[in-house]
């Protein structure tokens, strides 16, 4: 079991950043793939990024590609994403996940433990 309380969040002008932090508590960090996924109101949860337990891999959808960096810190239990040239498509409740099965996934199904959530607001 894994606790996950997402920070971070906020209003940001169009081509600005923010770093989402995700903070883990339970069994320990590193046996978790951790993922972040965003959920645009009135529309389906999308896979945002995803990273293994040692952080070699990594894995992002297009559309954060070359913008968005995932990380981790496994002495701090601690997931992060620095979100960088925001768009205001990139408006969305974002949220961190985390599972133990294997493969770096990029189904919102396959995450067995999720985070409140924290708002991310691009202003254009």
């Known amino acids: 079991q894994v606790q996950l309380v997402e920070s971070g969040g906020g209003l940001v002008q169009a081509g600005g950043s923010l770093r989402l932090s995700c903070a883990a508590s339970g069994r320990t960090f590193g046996d978790y793939k951790m993922g972040w996924f965003r959920q645009p109101a009135g529309s389906e949860r999308e896979f945002v990024a995803a990273?293994?337990?040692?952080?070699?891999?990594?894995r992002y959808a297009d559309s954060v590609k070359d913008r968005f960096t995932i990380s981790r810190d496994n002495t701090k239990n601690t997931a992060y994403l620095q979100m960088n040239s925001l768009k205001p498509e990139d408006t969305a409740a974002y949220y961190c996940a985390a599972k133990t099965s294997v493969g770096v996934t990029v189904s919102a199904l396959d995450y067995d433990f999720w985070g409140q959530g924290t708002q991310v607001t691009v202003s254009s």
């Open positions: 990273i293994s337990g040692s952080g070699a891999i990594r």
